[in-house]
């Protein structure tokens, strides 16, 4: 059995849905280098566990487990600030949102939009803190539009099936308390 199959597996069996390996959709957001890709394809099953929808590893990475989109910055920003606001940031470069200027421009011009991804992130580091684990919102896109997730990381090599499944056990029950957190705010 391939890791990918083991990790279907087990994935299924703690969440009690249906993932699948599949090949990554041409122009999806995954990392370079992607080992394989695991993903819940059954919408019955997704509505039932949106915390968890996608598992990948990186090549000679990490795995993954990403719940489904919990947003994007033109809808945040429309909410907030209405469509013409929305459609001028389009104009925004995300792929510099770990710079602290780009941040601090993102802030005095959206403070709302930066207020939700700073709580986000509260969240995902309170219930990592607690639960041992590795959570984070991630992102994906650059230029106008910016997709946020929420994310566990496992630093596993090979693991055997009973570490496998005490860790991803672990990671979904953390990923389950903070997706129900963050849909709570």
Do not use: Q
Not at 95 to 107: H, S
């Amino acid at each position: 059995m391939t890791e990918a199959e083991l990790v279907r597996e087990v994935v299924s069996g703690v969440t009690g849905a249906k993932f699948e390996v599949v090949s990554p959709p041409p122009g999806f957001p995954f990392p370079k280098g992607l080992e394989w890709l695991v993903r819940c394809r059954s919408l019955p099953d997704i509505k039932k566990v949106p915390y968890l929808n996608t598992v990948w590893r990186e090549a000679d990475g990490p795995v993954w487990l990403e719940s489904l989109v919990l947003g994007d910055s033109v809808d945040w920003i429309g909410l907030a600030y209405g469509p013409e606001m929305a459609d001028e940031s389009l104009n925004l470069d995300y792929a510099r949102m770990d710079d602290a200027a780009f941040k601090a421009e993102l802030g005095k011009r959206f403070p709302l939009v930066l207020e939700r991804l700073e709580r986000y992130s509260g969240i995902a580091a309170r219930v990592s803190a607690k639960t041992k684990t590795h959570l984070e919102i991630r992102r994906a896109g650059s230029g106008g539009m910016i997709v946020f997730t929420l994310a566990a990381r496992m630093n596993v090599t090979r693991p055997s099936r009973a570490s496998l499944l005490r860790r991803v056990r672990g990671n979904v029950g953390a990923l389950r308390v903070a997706y129900s957190e963050i849909l709570e705010l």
